[in-house]
């Protein structure tokens, strides 16, 4: 039995030495695929211009990417289209991929909005497939108009067993402070409001929606405090209206974003004319919660009526007289009665320096001067119908420092 068992162990021992060892036949081993992903840059400022992709120093929102394929440390065959898939994983608005190669597959043609010609501009993608030229090819990144940071994945498959193989590369597009720098605010359409109890079936609460940026022109991140504060100011329709959110009713509420978003409801109350809205956040700290260091500010005009005719266009003479204190921030909002909602406003003379009127009828800013300013304003409406009124502008002296 002893000598069966060495008999056998000898054998083996000859079997594997015929082998190679027991790793198999030096001809059939097959090296590793791997593969690497590199960007010329992986910080890109943010598109806010929507320029589009190119390449060189005059293209500041594209880079070039590299990916290369190894079969044991030598690069991979070359082949056509399809060796090596890119793809995007996240960020999908922070920017596309481009070949840049071209090759008119890979280009679109479009209307010039300036011109009217039509143009061949390259294709965004948000995958690609590239063949191996020496075992790699390149391809590019241009930036868009969200912030964010974008993973870009390419992968190559080994034909011998087809196993992928897969590098990434993170690419960061613009950069935000996430404090607020402007807000402005929207209105559910058409943007006006009943009187309580009107016969005309005009809703008289309507939801207005407050957009919230910061410096880079992105939405302000969800706060864990109240950041948007809402108040009602001014306009000879402002008598026994309120605001709304959720639980909170009154002259003032506070509120958070979402999204970049404030929201809330206008109530009306029993006068026509216009209501005044002071919106405010806090670029210190995005919190109004505790106070407020740093305003961004804008001021709202909200239409009141009673009914859907609403006869000739004029000027509301109740809301023709604006006051002010000079060195000091005022505000004054402009109604019209009649024609067809929504009103366009200009000023047809100058008005006090330092204070403008907007479209929306908002007399606003920081008077330079006091004294008593007559401006003359037109409003036109939705059917072009127009209006004219003096405007007088009353500027207090500046309060006594106590």
């Not at 027991?22 to 593969?35: D, F, K, L, R, V």
């Not at 082949?79 to 890119?86: E, I, L, P, Q, T």
Request: charged share 10%.
């Amino acid at each position: 039995m002893r000598k069966l068992t060495g008999l056998l162990g000898f054998l083996a021992v000859v079997l594997l030495s015929a082998c190679g060892g027991g790793g198999g036949s030096p001809g059939t081993t097959q090296e590793q695929y791997s593969i690497t992903l590199r960007a010329d840059s992986t910080s890109l400022p943010i598109n806010i211009a929507g320029a589009g992709p190119g390449m060189g120093v005059g293209a500041p929102y594209t880079t070039t990417l590299y990916v290369s394929g190894y079969a044991g440390g030598k690069p991979i065959p070359d082949g056509a289209d399809g060796v090596f898939s890119c793809d995007m994983k996240s960020n999908l608005q922070s920017g596309a991929l481009y070949y840049l190669d071209g090759d008119s597959s890979h280009e679109t043609q479009t209307t010039d909005p300036s011109t009217g010609d039509t143009i061949t501009v390259p294709t965004a993608y948000r995958s690609i497939t590239l063949g191996s030229n020496a075992g790699g090819n390149s391809f590019h990144f241009h930036a868009g108009n969200q912030v964010g940071t974008v993973r870009i994945t390419c992968t190559v498959t080994d034909p011998r067993d087809s196993r992928p193989y897969s590098a990434s590369v993170d690419i960061t597009v613009g950069a935000a402070t996430g404090l607020p720098a402007s807000i402005q605010a929207i209105a559910q359409a058409p943007g006006s409001l009943g009187v309580q109890g009107n016969i005309a079936n005009l809703r008289t609460s309507i939801d207005t929606q407050v957009l919230a940026w910061d410096d880079a022109n992105q939405p302000v991140p969800n706060p864990s405090m109240a950041n948007l504060q809402v108040e009602i100011v001014g306009g000879n329709a402002a008598s026994g209206a309120r605001l709304l959110s959720g639980a909170i009713s009154g002259a003032s509420i506070q509120v958070k974003t979402q999204g970049g978003v404030g929201l809330f409801a206008l109530s009306s109350g029993s006068s026509t004319g216009v209501i005044l809205l002071k919106l405010t956040m806090d670029r210190a700290d995005n919190n109004v919660a505790n106070g407020i260091q740093d305003p961004v500010q804008q001021f709202y005009p909200v239409q009141v009526f009673d009914a859907v005719d609403h006869g000739l266009l004029a000027i509301d003479s109740r809301t023709t007289m604006v006051t002010a204190t000079q060195d000091l921030p005022s505000a004054g909002a402009l109604a019209a009665m009649g024609g067809v909602y929504p009103y366009t406003w200009r000023a047809v003379s100058q008005l006090p320096g330092g204070m403008s009127l907007d479209a929306n009828g908002v007399i606003s800013g920081t008077p330079k001067a006091q004294g008593t300013y007559m401006v003359q304003v037109r409003v036109t409406d939705q059917l072009n119908n127009t209006a004219t009124a003096i405007v007088t502008i009353e500027v207090a002296p500046p309060p006594t420092a106590p």
